[in-house]
């Protein structure tokens, strides 16, 4: 009887060794990691002297009602000078129509117009290509129809990012927020994804953009041959393309809530399913150190919580342990989140962290799981 409650012992020290190393590869990220965005200083690049010409560059397919609501605002920025061009892919609506109106108004506006091909299988990645070879200037930056910046500086908080050596300036796209549960987790799901990358991008290891609010050099997109090492999958635009130029010297960040761009979220859990399934296509392109990377911090999350779960289930007399664990790293998260939710515009969040940080690992590893290879057959 004995020798079994030594076994007994055992075997809980050894589930809750393992809970702890989890939680300390959490830690790493949290305290490590992460906490570089909590620690830095927002700046404004609105005043700078460096204002280059931009090519402003939107994608759209079927977006009448998003170019009548948004474009004003992008067309309308305090800016010397600056172009938009809109590349209308093969849209089956108004779009056309919207869009001649339009340039009537604004002679800065330049439209691309792609026709159907039967035989050829058009993606955002030949769209925006096209619309970078249709642009006058060096500094290209990217949004999409339905997203609105949150002011007239943004191309002013952008451009003015690029000082010397930068070739790549991550900016940062929240969601609008709106009612429910599914609004929280994708706006959760969005910062957690912003902080991650942009954390990395201040400790010199960029590994991914977001296309809604993304700049980079013409000149850049040409020397690394613009989409082709990732042209056979459908996303990937801005990620893969950020991940496969970005250095330790050519990135700046721009998250000073003027240089925000909103963009409208998902209305139904089939509709994020299936955005997030052509997000877990395009990681798999990932340089192998990312993937590690990123695969390190997933896991270890999803498993701190399984085994937490596995611990206080055998061991229910030596909760307190677990529970101890779990506080702590709550805790930390606080420490650090807090100024990031600020910074980020999402500070209602934070009442919702310890139900979305559960629900956003399982959902996103299940998604991943099931998407990670599956083909895209569209880019919206």
């Not at 900016?171 to 959760?188: D, E, H, M, T, V």
Request: some cysteine; hydrophobic content about 40%.
């Amino acid at each position: 009887m004995e020798w079994d409650l030594n076994i007994v012992i055992k075997i809980s020290y050894v589930l809750y060794g393992i809970l702890g190393l989890f939680l300390l590869i959490q830690l790493y990220y949290i305290l490590f990691v992460y906490s570089k965005l909590a620690a830095y200083k927002v700046k404004s690049y609105k005043d700078s002297e460096h204002q280059p010409p931009v090519s402003v560059i939107i994608c759209a397919y079927n977006e009448e009602e998003n170019l009548k609501q948004f474009l004003p605002s992008v067309l309308e920025q305090d800016y010397p000078q600056f172009e938009v061009i809109v590349v209308n892919d093969c849209s089956q609506d108004d779009t056309k129509w919207v869009l001649k109106e339009f340039s009537a108004q604004y002679p800065h506006l330049r439209v691309v117009d792609i026709k159907e091909n039967i035989r050829l299988k058009n993606s955002k990645k030949f769209a925006l290509t096209l619309g970078i070879k249709a642009a006058k200037y060096e500094h290209l930056i990217m949004t999409d129809a339905d997203c609105q910046p949150n002011s007239n500086q943004w191309l002013r908080e952008m451009a003015g990012a690029y000082s010397e050596g930068k070739e790549i300036v991550l900016g940062y796209s929240p969601y609008f927020r709106r009612a429910g549960f599914l609004n929280k987790l994708i706006r959760f799901e969005t910062t957690h994804t912003a902080m991650s990358y942009l954390s990395y991008a201040l400790k010199r290891n960029a590994y991914m953009g977001v296309g809604r609010n993304l700049s980079y050099l013409k000149s850049l997109f040409f020397r690394g041959k613009g989409f082709n090492a990732h042209m056979h999958i459908k996303s990937g635009d801005d990620d893969l393309f950020v991940n496969h130029n970005a250095n330790k010297t050519n990135v700046n960040i721009a998250i000073h809530p003027d240089a925000h761009v909103y963009s409208v979220p998902k209305d139904s859990w089939r509709s994020y399913y299936k955005q997030k399934g052509r997000h877990a296509g395009a990681s798999v392109l990932y340089k192998r150190q990312h993937k590690r990377m990123l695969a390190r911090q997933l896991l270890s999350a999803l498993l701190f919580y399984i085994m937490l779960i596995i611990c206080l289930s055998i061991y229910p007399n030596l909760w307190f342990v677990g529970a101890g664990m779990f506080v702590f790293r709550y805790i930390c998260q606080l420490f650090v989140f807090v100024p990031i939710y600020k910074k980020l515009a999402v500070k209602d969040l934070i009442w919702w962290l310890l139900i979305l940080d559960v629900f956003y690992y399982f959902y996103i590893c299940i998604n991943g799981i099931f998407n990670r290879k599956k083909t895209q057959k569209t880019w919206k």
